[in-house]
């Protein structure tokens, strides 16, 4: 099947078109036909799409909405310039799968999108005031694009975490603001950990029930996930992705009494006080320089910048503290995966990381670990307890995935698969 997958922000959308299939997931065989984005939707906005050999193509155009744009990328993945035979017109596009930031508790898999669903993802712009309205306009979109003969997905960053115990889940504040107004832990990057979860157990060919361990997405955005048995049960982002590890501009826990101090004391909203959470505290709160963890890298060794070292520092203290926690809290774990921009990118990181971790029996192998930059494999010792693995994320394969897996199980017509495999067989 192609699948062309979409990720629609407020003046942006990205996509990507993949063919797959259940044969070519259980051989890991998908194919990537291309990928794109296009920034400044409402403007004079810019397009960037990259071809199947990794050729760039940059235009500009005036896109005036979400539905422009989509219309923009379809007639240039039909187009010559794009390169793709196997695509000549808008229905040779089998499927579109989107990433919906928020499901809340109503959607704890990936769903086949009808009326009521859409319903249901509007109910959560509660949730995610800032996502939930532009992936629901992507979906719009599509629809119009595509007309309703083509099967929509839904994949929630949410729903991988819906798993969680209510003692992981609950914040211990008045019983009844859960109730009201759904205040608890979500946690996100669900596809990200649920992606790494997977590799990881067909690398070490393990059934989901003997999966256990500790994924660690740090890329722009940093979570930690705790998987035991195949499922995530506890994570470090909650209600919203600010609370728990540091990241590249947010600063993960923190005391609450410290929104109001500091609204008083610099005469700021709490609102005010919870943007510069988000956009000016992290990485580059502490450092005053970057939220880039490349740029902190090369700075790290200027014996003048205290500051940049700090934040490394307060950075992988804080991803350890996690690691330690949720080991004690899942009674141990078999591995650790790293994965996102800097998990997958750094060996000083994760070595930063590790260390300190022998305690727990994982002994990080220094020369794999160097070598393992934007590459799968693992960093520990043959004879750690603990270990340690690289598994570079792809968000939009799992969409792409969990895309034709919905289709064929839920849509009324039957899909063209290029294979004879009863779909049971290989899911
Ligand atoms: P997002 O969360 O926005 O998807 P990414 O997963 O791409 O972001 O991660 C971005 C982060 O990864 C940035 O802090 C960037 O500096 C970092 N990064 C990318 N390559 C490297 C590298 N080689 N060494 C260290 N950090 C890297």
């Known amino acids: 099947m192609n699948v062309l997958v979409l990720n629609a922000g407020s003046s942006s959308l990205k996509f990507q078109v993949i063919v797959t299939d259940p044969e070519r997931i259980a051989r890991n065989r998908d194919e990537r036909l ?17 071809t199947r050999d990794g050729a760039r193509q940059k235009f500009t155009a005036a896109l005036h909405d979400v539905a422009s744009a989509l219309d923009y990328v379809v007639r240039w993945i039909t187009s010559e310039e794009s390169g793709i035979v196997e ?15 928020h499901g809340g508790e109503l ?5 086949l999108i009808t009326a009521e669903v859409l319903c249901g993802i509007e109910d959560c712009i509660d949730l995610a005031p800032l996502h939930n309205p532009d992936n629901i306009q992507g979906i719009r979109a599509a629809q119009h694009v595509f007309g309703p003969e083509v099967p929509q997905v839904a994949v929630f960053d949410t729903s991988f975490h819906q798993s969680m115990p209510e003692h992981a889940y609950l914040y211990a504040l008045p019983y009844h603001w859960y109730g009201r107004y759904n205040i608890r832990r979500f946690g996100f990057h669900g596809t990200s950990h649920r992606f790494v979860t997977e590799r990881y157990r067909s690398l070490r060919r393990l059934s989901s029930e003997q999966t256990n ?23 470090s982002m909650g209600m919203t992705p600010l609370e728990g590890l540091v990241m590249g501009t947010r600063c993960g826990d923190i005391d609450p009494a410290i929104v109001s101090l500091i609204a008083a004391k610099e005469g700021l909203s709490t609102q005010e006080v919870e943007v510069i959470l988000n956009t000016q505290s992290g990485l580059l709160g502490i450092s005053g320089l970057t939220n880039d963890m490349r740029v902190l890298l090369r700075e790290l060794n ?20 996690y690691i330690g926690a949720f080991l004690a809290s899942m009674g141990g774990a078999d591995a650790i995966v790293f994965t996102g921009g800097i998990g997958e990118n750094s060996p000083e990181i994760r070595a930063r990381i590790c260390e ?15 070598r393992l930059v934007g590459l799968e494999g693992q960093i ?12 570079p994320t792809d968000e939009e394969l799992l969409i792409a995935r969990d ?3 919905c289709v064929l199980r839920k849509w009324p017509r039957p899909m063209p698969v290029e294979n004879s495999l009863k779909v049971e067989e290989v899911l």
């Not at 291309?34 to 990259?50: D, P």
């Not at 695509?87 to 930031?101: C, T």
């Not at 959607?107 to 769903?111: K, M």
């Open 34 to 50: 291309c990928r794109g984005h296009i920034e400044r939707i409402g403007a004079e906005a810019i397009a960037t799409f990259h």
């Open 87 to 101: 695509i000549r017109a808008a229905a040779d596009i089998d499927a579109v799968g989107h990433r919906v930031v």
């Open 107 to 111: 959607f704890s898999e990936s769903t």
């Open 213 to 235: 361990l500790i994924t660690m997405h740090l890329g722009n955005g940093c979570s930690a996930t705790a998987i035991r048995g195949g499922r995530s049960v506890d994570t």
């Open 302 to 321: 200027d014996p003048e910048d205290r500051r940049v070292r700090l934040a490394v520092e307060i950075f992988c203290y804080r991803a350890r503290k």
């Open 356 to 370: 300190g971790l022998e305690w727990a029996g994982l002994k990080l192998d220094r020369y794999s670990n160097q």
């Open 380 to 391: 520990s010792t043959a004879d750690s307890i603990l270990h340690a693995f690289v598994i």
């Open 403 to 405: 895309t034709v897996h």
